[in-house]
């Protein structure tokens, strides 16, 4: 009998077994690239393996399981692991002269790699010596393996040496192979269309996994440390070299290619620190060499401009995807490198800034949670904590925005003296714009209300006389005087949240600021209305008295349409005054047919798009 789990969900013995066999090896470095390559099929319809054998590998990459079969975890890891040697060695070529021969050549070169290596155990059945071995140590390749094979005559047993039964384990299929990839609830990446040299792309994975273990070999014999040009260093390497916009930045950058830390911290693809000046690649994650450069070009960018820092306010994980959309189209504009089949892309969203992009799909929440970047499924691969590791910071001592900052204008300069190629526009605005810093909320502010309340010309006039002047003071001489009818006009509405989740300290700062920059601009009165349940209009205010009359009712939710409305009816109220409106964004939407703008706490977030400027106060 099945067991059964929480829920009323049965697992089955058989497939679990598969399940920790196919994770057993994945522990094993030689072959874990292959493994996280390949896509495993173990369903009944479009199965490939016959009843008699345990799993067979396609030309296409898939390795199709026998869901018939109940082997022990160790019995199904040196099953794939034997499938995997075919796919890594080229055994899945297409050939003119492939027959059993052939088939029972590749076995036997397989299985003597795989006690060589040591994963899990032969099943039943499959002999680890047969007479055949003989003929293959003899040889020097499958080829001449063969061909002895041929030679001898005699009808030639499969099942004894390979894992695809009497038939052979091998399989050439067309592109339009089945597309079912799921091994016992292991959620795996969906196939794509493989590659013309897609032969050279496995025997390319599996070198991969072979300079991972040769390079632990070498650090381990007599404490030597030799650092080998891996496939992520050349990256890197011809990224510095052909691309220096962000050379001073990759060099600065240490390269951890450990897939231990990246298991550890579950680093999919990449992850960079900006902090720790650390750049992490999972070294099993199976990219091309155009893929890599891509993925090098993307976490420098990260850096470069410093997302991790830019946040501010917003959600962390939001921000990285928003910033992942706009550095891939730019990216896709300069041509660096290829596009990985996980990274987010949008051509929809080319040409718009990274704040942009975000107040764009803040809006969607729940589905994007479930969206990977090239760290992993609602993973930000901008870290924005050093990772617990033992790592120097190579600038230490030197201000990290100053650092960033000045690389990257230095590598635009250089870029541009070069003429290597066109860069995006929205890429050197970005770049341009770091070398300013951010302009505070309350100047953001100010400029707003010079915006609308240019300085008023005053003029003399003996309506109002002075006798000011100390020499003659009985001699009436003409005071200062603003003209009526443009003072009138000159005042602003105020919709003013006081609901109980309103910060009453943050409320007094912004109220501050409203009232001194209303008085140097001359406005003489304001229109208050204050809004938590219900709406409350307090009628004309000078501005120097609304911080004093305000009281915070906490009356429950905030409703601000029926003020903002209030004041756009009003009679007296001016056709054109600009209105602004005061709250914490926990609020309905608000329709506001004339000049507008929002004023809320640094965190908050409006749950509707507003058409005006939005400040945010701390």
């Not at 790592?391 to 590598?411: A, I, K, M, N, Q």
């Not at 541009?416 to 526009?425: D, E, F, S, T």
Request: with cysteine; hydrophobic share 40%; proline share 6%.
């Amino acid at each position: 009998m099945p067991k059964r789990a929480g829920r009323g969900a049965v697992v089955d013995q058989k497939s679990q077994h598969r399940r920790d066999g196919l994770k057993l090896l994945s522990t094993y470095p030689v072959l874990a690239p292959l493994a996280g390559r390949v896509r495993w099929h173990d369903d009944y319809r479009g199965n490939l393996c016959p009843p008699s054998g345990w799993a067979v590998v396609t030309s296409m990459g898939t390795v199709h399981l026998n869901p018939d079969r109940d082997g022990t975890p160790a019995e199904w890891a040196w099953v794939a692991a034997h499938c995997l040697i075919h796919l890594g060695f080229g055994h899945t070529g297409w050939r003119e002269d492939s027959d059993q021969a052939w088939n029972l050549a590749c076995c036997l070169t397989a299985n003597r790699f795989a006690a060589h290596l040591r994963i899990g155990r032969p099943p039943h059945g499959i002999a680890v010596a047969t007479p055949y071995d003989q003929v293959a140590e003899t040889t020097r390749s499958e080829d001449s393996c063969a061909q002895r094979l041929r030679d001898l005559g005699t009808e030639l047993e499969l099942r004894s040496s390979g894992t695809g039964g009497l038939d052979g384990d091998l399989r050439w299929t067309s592109a339009a192979e089945s597309t079912a990839v799921s091994v016992a609830g292991m959620r795996i990446r969906p196939p794509a269309s493989p590659a013309p040299n897609v032969q050279a792309e496995w025997a390319e994975l599996l070198a991969t996994g072979l300079a991972q273990v040769a390079g632990r070999a070498v650090d381990d014999i007599g404490g030597v440390n030799r650092a080998l040009k891996t496939k992520w260093q050349q990256a890197l390497d011809w990224f510095v070299a052909s691309y220096p916009l962000l050379g001073a930045i990759a060099d600065a950058f240490t390269l951890v290619e450990d897939a231990e830390v990246c298991r550890a911290h579950d680093i999919r693809v990449a992850a960079i620190s900006p902090a720790a000046a650390e750049l992490y690649v999972n070294p099993l994650c199976g990219l091309t060499s155009g893929e890599r450069r891509f993925v090098i070009a993307h976490e420098l960018l990260h850096a470069g401009l410093r997302h991790d820092t830019r946040a501010g306010w917003r959600d962390h994980f939001l921000w990285n995807v928003a910033c992942d959309y706009v550095i891939n189209g730019w990216l896709g504009d300069m041509g660096v490198g290829d596009l990985p089949d996980s990274a987010l892309y949008d051509a929809a969203l080319r040409g718009l800034s990274a704040e942009e992009v975000y107040d764009r799909i803040v809006t969607d929440r729940r589905r994007l949670r479930k969206i990977a970047t090239l760290r992993g499924v609602g993973l930000a691969d901008v870290l924005p904590h050093p990772l617990p590791r033992d790592s120097t910071d190579p600038v230490r001592g030197v201000d990290l925005d100053e650092f960033y900052r000045r690389s990257l204008t230095d590598g635009l300069a250089a870029y541009q003296a070069q003429r290597r190629g066109l860069l995006p526009a929205g890429l050197v605005e970005e770049i341009r714009a770091l070398a300013h810093p951010p302009v505070p909320w309350d100047v953001e502010l100010a400029r707003w209300f010079d915006d609308r309340f240019a300085p008023l010309e005053r003029k003399h006039s003996y309506a109002r006389a002075s006798r000011r002047q100390s020499a003659s003071p009985d001699i009436p001489r003409p005071g200062w005087h603003l003209p009526a009818d443009t003072a009138e006009q000159r005042t602003f509405g105020v919709v003013l949240d006081t609901s109980g989740s309103m910060d009453t300290r943050l409320l007094a700062k912004a109220l501050g600021a409203i009232a001194s920059y209303a008085v140097a601009r001359d406005v003489l009165s304001v229109r208050v209305v204050f809004c938590d349940a219900e709406a409350h209009d307090n009628g004309w205010m000078h501005p120097a008295d609304i911080a004093g009359r305000v009281r915070v009712r906490g009356r429950g939710g905030t409703v601000l349409q029926p003020g903002v409305t209030r004041l756009q009816e009003a009679v007296d109220f001016p056709k054109n005054g600009p209105i602004l409106i005061i709250t914490d964004a926990m609020c309905d939407r608000v329709r506001v047919q004339r000049d507008h703008a929002f004023l809320i706490p640094v965190g908050a977030v409006l749950p509707f798009p507003s058409r005006g400027p939005v400040f945010r106060f701390s």
